[in-house]
């Protein structure tokens, strides 16, 4: 909903006001999904705090990294379907820009 | 249990029925980058709801994966240090068990 | 060099009897890191036959879990630059599945 | 050091100078083990030769990396029950180098 312009994507949902990336599948999904997340770092700091065992800090760890990287593997498959397909739908030379950046974002991923 | 204090580490249980697991060498140190991830978790959280661009997205689910990763690994190795290294020295059954539970959280986090 | 057909998928390489999925930008480039990939799994092994010290095995094995995961990026991007562009290109429901197998490879490689 | 024999583990240096690191809990496991995985490192050097599906060679790149995952997590794990803790017992500053690098390598491996 920020930035007016970035002419280069296309505008799915129109008259919708939020949807400036409109690629998101399941908006209500992914904010419940997120908020969740936000949770368990909160969970993680106060185990922290009260000095809760290590490895079941850890293990809550390993489920927030789960979580996030699930998020994560869901926007990128809708990057895909929705911004890579429809720029190679047009033609041109976005497509390889837009390739480029997922894979960029597909290697920051993998190495996290 | 906030700790005013605590040099380095290691309060083990002085009373304070929380305070049992005094192993975590810089305790301010995490809680400060907890609240900095709790803080990411919800700049991504506004992200999607703003619908900002994929790729910018999942940049900043890369970079909290990464301090995630990097605070489980700092808290692994205090475990090991102290934990692992204190059950090791009393000797019997109880180092088994506590390498086995770290061997299960290493594997949890390689594999998350 | 299965398959004649494929019609979907571009053939560089014409009149090189191997090039059923073309899509590979630079076969000798892969074929050499797979051969040294196939080298340290054999160093590995020697590592491990001759005992030598456990930590400098698994930088080895490190070593070439990140070799490896960079050949897969590097395939997953010319996959998604032939196959998936190429899929969308021609419209159809073809697209769809090409970026759900994509995303269902990309899923392995960041959990794996 | 081939060592036919060493039905389970621990030579430690019976005299011979490159038994030094006998924690190898099952030598004979982890040496089949990474012979397979020579077999498929071999396996997708051909696969990319023949220019098979990619999809299908990126399966195999996961399948790979997480034969090789488990043998560095075993590899890990008897690495803590025998140096690090044999280390801590012994008392001294080698259980500190020891952790030291068991949680470099655990970094690593995160990492990778």
Excluded at 45 to 64: F, G, K, N, P
Excluded at 73 to 86: I, N, Q, S
């Amino acid at each position: 909903m920020t930035e007016p312009g970035s002419p280069d994507l296309d505008v799915h949902g129109e008259g919708d006001e939020q949807a400036t990336h409109g690629y998101i599948t399941d908006k209500a999904n992914y904010l419940a999904r997120l908020k969740r997340i936000e949770g368990q770092a909160r969970g993680i700091h106060r185990m922290v705090d009260e000095e809760q065992y290590c490895i079941d800090i850890l293990t809550q760890v390993s489920a927030l990294t789960k979580a996030l990287e699930s998020v994560a593997l869901g926007l990128l498959d809708d990057h895909l379907k929705h911004c890579v397909v429809d720029a190679a739908r047009m033609g041109g030379p976005e497509a390889d820009e837009k390739v480029k950046e997922a894979s960029d974002a597909i290697a920051r991923l993998v190495r996290s």
